[in-house]
């Protein structure tokens, strides 16, 4: 193989290997703002769910499934048993208008080539691209004082939804430095694979 040959070949492979990498994964940008008590929280530290009556579901076990690595990689340990905080998490997601739906209100193309056309001629029927708002919600509770030391909230828009995928990724959003995290409203990117 001649080193013109090579380069090419090796060209070719950096472009697909880029192309897989992208192809498998997605960002996921948060909207994050963190409310703690300072200096209240120690870690590593127990915790165990705490819900509300209207949390009594099987979807709520899931959601906290979905929520507990992200807990352990914020250094908090599940104990049922000996716990030393309470922890309660929500999740919730609206499909809503996209930003890029159609303003000719089904008369058009629509913007950016998003949609699909579905019969023929004057008031044909154009679908929009389905769009999500979801916020995940994080308390944590001292039980000892029964006082709020901690508490974040993640919003996301965009136009995957994976529940399985989308809320884990909120929650380590949501999760990102605890104990002390930066005051104020910030933008966390998460990357969640596709």
């Known amino acids: ?36 008590q300072a ?18 579901s099987p979807i709520q076990a ?10 352990n990689a914020a250094g908090l340990r599940r104990d049922d048993a000996n716990p030393r905080y309470a922890v309660q998490i929500s999740a919730r997601t ?11 209100g089904g008369f058009g193309w629509g913007a950016w080539g998003w949609r699909r056309r579905w019969g023929m001629g004057f008031g044909s029927r154009i679908d929009d691209p389905p769009w999500y708002h979801r916020e995940v919600n994080v308390v944590v509770r001292d039980l000892g004082s029964n006082k709020v030391v901690f508490e974040s909230r993640a919003i996301s828009d965009g136009p995957y939804f994976d529940a399985a995928k989308v809320f884990p990724a909120m929650f380590t959003a ?12 910030r933008t966390v990117n998460i990357e969640v694979p596709s």
């Open 94 to 104: 609206e499909q809503t208008l996209s930003p890029w739906a159609d303003p000719w």
């Open 174 to 185: 949501a999760l990102q430095g605890f104990p002390n995290p930066p005051p104020g409203p």
């Open 1 to 36: 193989m001649t080193p013109f040959t090579r380069f090419f070949a090796l060209l070719a492979a950096g472009a697909l290997a880029l192309l897989a990498g992208c192809a498998s994964t997605y960002t996921l940008d948060n909207t994050v703002q963190s409310f703690v």
């Open 62 to 71: 899931q959601l906290e499934a979905m929520a507990d690595p992200a807990l």
């Open 39 to 56: 200096g209240t929280i120690a870690t590593p530290a127990t915790y165990r769910f705490d819900r509300l009556p209207s949390q009594q």
